[in-house]
């Protein structure tokens, strides 16, 4: 059996594990660490995008060194009563981007690519190789696991790149364009739809087909039908795609996140990213808490094992409380709402202030912004809505169905 001894091994090579990588390396050094993923390359199959308002301190330092497209003109959103512009700033970073950002700062003897991992535990992980890596502390940051104990529904979506023979004219994103049909791929029923646009260059875009459902099934084909038909009636019909992506993410509404955590926790091992229940709980956004994790770990890493353990764990459950505010909206989305009327809550919600939107992103929400989200005509039935904020929803089982 091949050894070997680290500070720290990292199980795990997405957005998280690779931020935390990043952030011990820039912060410590002379700390040695594994970062240790299944396959061929870091970040996976992604596009990462977030306001420029989102980062926490130290945020836009870590991220400075990644290859990415900005907009500092704003963006747009529009619904099927309103178009808006908004001034934030926005910013997208695709995973082969991040992929070769890290490369290019991270040891690449701290790099141990195409290697899954049969176990991990206080000590360390092994390898299904058979190899045993040491470690004086173990960070599982690998995908979410199913459970009984989380209820919600899903977000499904299909991304393309298409490059174009000239330029497209488009300067600023367009976030949310809900204006469209508000169709599930499944017959004629309903489910909350928003087409995503981000011009990457001069003469590329991105667009994106997104929907929350109950379901959890992804028709990529008629997805992605959906988009030519909707790039071809903004007039682009010439493009070359170069780039696709896919995604199924839990919406989660309600659970027992102590019964979750008791069902895959390793003791002695400390989990972070979606497994370690950090993201937005609504909309699935990951990097502003992806990046204050990162900071945070790195700013305890002498820790030992079972203490930075307990540490995340408890930033984890902080997270949770702080987070209880988007799955009650969540329960309204998928319990209040008629489906054909669920764009409802999302038009009303981007009539607010635009600083009360951009703290929503960041996980940020104040009480008085939560009262100002709640407060007024809701835009479904009182009795519907007393009934969805009393509930949970549907449990979230994450087998795949597709």
């Not at 992929?99 to 700062?105: E, S, T």
């Not at 001069?202 to 099934?217: C, Q, V």
């Amino acid at each position: 059996m091949n050894g070997r001894e680290t500070d720290v091994a990292i199980v795990g090579g997405g957005l998280a594990g690779g931020l935390i990588a990043l952030a011990l390396h820039r912060a410590h050094p002379e700390m040695r660490f594994q970062l240790i993923e299944a396959g061929a390359a870091l970040g996976g199959h992604h596009r990462w995008s977030w306001f420029d308002s989102d980062l926490p301190e130290g945020g836009h330092a870590l991220l400075a060194g990644f290859a990415k497209t900005e907009w500092n003109d704003g963006y747009e959103v529009a619904f099927p009563a309103y178009r808006r512009a908004l001034a934030a700033g926005y910013r997208s970073l695709a995973s082969s981007d991040f992929d070769a950002g890290l490369r290019a700062v991270l040891p690449a003897s701290a790099l141990r690519l195409g290697s899954k991992v049969s176990a991990l535990d206080v000590g360390g992980v092994t390898l299904e190789s058979g190899d045993r890596i040491a470690a004086q502390a173990v960070i599982d940051c690998r995908s979410v696991l199913p459970s009984q104990h989380l209820q919600g529904g899903w977000q499904i979506f299909t991304g393309r790149h298409f490059k174009y023979g000239r330029p497209h004219g488009l300067s600023q994103p367009m976030i949310m364009d809900a204006s469209i049909a508000q169709h599930a791929p499944s017959g004629n029923r309903s489910a909350y739809r928003f087409m995503y646009v981000l011009p990457l260059a001069k003469d590329e875009l991105f667009f994106e087909d997104t929907y929350y459902d109950e379901t959890r099934a992804l028709d990529e084909d008629l997805l992605g039908r959906r988009i030519d038909q909707y790039a071809a009636d903004m007039g682009f019909r010439d493009g070359v795609e170069i780039g696709r992506e896919k995604g199924i993410l839990p919406v989660i509404t309600g659970g027992n996140f102590d019964a979750y955590r008791a069902s895959i926790d390793i003791p002695g091992v400390a989990m972070a990213g979606a497994r370690g229940g950090f993201s937005h709980p609504l909309t699935s956004y990951t990097m502003p808490i992806a990046v204050e994790n990162a900071l945070a770990i790195a700013s305890h890493a002498h820790l030992s094992g079972p203490l930075l353990a307990h540490f995340v764990r408890e930033r984890a459950n902080e997270h949770w409380r702080k987070t209880s505010i988007y799955r009650a909206l969540g329960r309204m989305l998928f319990k209040a709402a008629e489906p054909e009327r669920r764009v409802d809550i999302f038009q009303r919600f981007y009539r607010l202030p635009e600083d009360l939107i951009e703290r929503f992103y960041a996980c940020r929400t104040t009480l008085p912004d939560k009262l100002r989200i709640l407060s007024g005509k809701p835009p479904v039935s009182i009795p519907r809505a007393i009934r969805a904020l009393a509930s949970k929803g549907d449990p979230l089982i994450m087998e795949n169905t597709e």
